[in-house]
């Protein structure tokens, strides 16, 4: 589908603006972290640290760790 207004070869949209850029600072991607008992600690620890030794990219690393984290914290809300 084409609109009916083209753009030229090579031109860009203006980058949008506000008045109150200035004063904010980026916000942090994603959720935030959940927090663990010390008493799981370790346990995500071993298993970040095993996960280092399979040929996995970084980003997947980081998502199975999370998901491990959040796993443990809800066993712990459980108890």
Known sequence: MTSGNPTPAGSQSP????????SVEPRRRGARPTPLPAAYEHLLADY?????QVPLAADTR?????????YL???AARR
């Open 15 to 22: 980058p949008a603006t506000s008045e109150n850029t200035d």
């Open 73 to 75: 914290a809800w066993l």
């Open 62 to 70: 980081r998502t199975y760790a999370s998901r491990v984290r959040m």
């Open 48 to 52: 970040t640290a095993s996960l280092e």
